[in-house]
T-cell receptor, first 115, second 114 residues
């Protein structure tokens, strides 16, 4: 039962353009969503998060959008840079339901930004 | 404090042997999590501690797996009688207890069972 899904295993964009990474979830108890970035042989690095009471959160070049009715979130990176090339994981938790903050991850999307 | 630290970074072991991994969380974080990641998949939750109490274990955590956090600081994950299917990256993360906060991950321990 894959509660968090990233349907695109890979994405390639040109430097300077926008990267849009998508994520869908099925569990309506999820109330906190996060994006992590992972380089090979390293642990995931926290990027940006959003609470279910919001529909947008922005941090520099990174913006996360949440559409609760569609159970969909997306990460926008503008402008994309070659150093953004990594695997991006979407994750969700049901914190207010006393789930202890454990994260349920998607399968990841490998982003490649071409110079 | 430089973040979550895991030791060793790599471990190669023969099938049937026992292995133990260590995780040192960020010092002020009282929640500690263990995840496992295999190739092409996202991290999968194994277990978590709040201080020294182990509050949840995944069905993925068979009887051969045991985790401890004896003094509410560092944690160990032991795998007994390793199998080839145990080969994976084992990730530790820590977070603050209150509210919805992000978890910070260590660099992981890559286990290879031969």
């Amino acid at each position: 039962d894959q509660q968090v899904k990233q349907n695109s295993p890979s994405l390639s964009v040109q430097e300077g353009r926008i990267s849009i990474l998508n994520c869908d979830y099925t569990n309506s108890m999820f109330d906190y969503f996060l994006w992590y970035k992972k380089y090979p042989a390293e642990g995931p690095t926290f990027l940006i998060s959003i609470s279910s009471i919001k529909d947008k959160n922005e941090d520099g070049r990174f913006t996360v959008f949440l559409n609760k009715s569609a159970k969909h979130l997306s990460l926008h990176i503008v402008p994309s840079q070659p150093g953004d090339s990594a695997v991006y994981f979407c994750a969700a938790s049901a914190s207010i339901h006393n789930q202890g903050g454990k994260l349920i991850f998607g399968q990841g999307t490998e982003l490649s930004v071409k110079p | 404090d430089t973040g979550v630290s895991q030791d060793p970074r790599h471990k190669i072991t023969k099938r049937g042997q026992n292995v133990t991994f260590r995780c040192d969380p960020i010092s002020e974080h009282n929640r500690l999590y263990w995840y496992r990641q295999t190739l092409g998949q996202g991290p999968e939750f194994l277990t978590y501690f709040q201080n020294e109490a182990q509050l949840e274990k995944s069905r993925l955590l068979s009887d051969r797996f045991s985790a401890e956090r004896p003094k509410g600081s560092f944690s160990t994950l032991e795998i007994q009688r390793t199998e080839q299917g145990d080969s994976a990256m084992y990730l530790c993360a820590s977070s603050l207890q209150q509210g919805a906060t992000e978890a910070f991950f260590g660099q992981g321990t890559r286990l290879t069972v031969v």
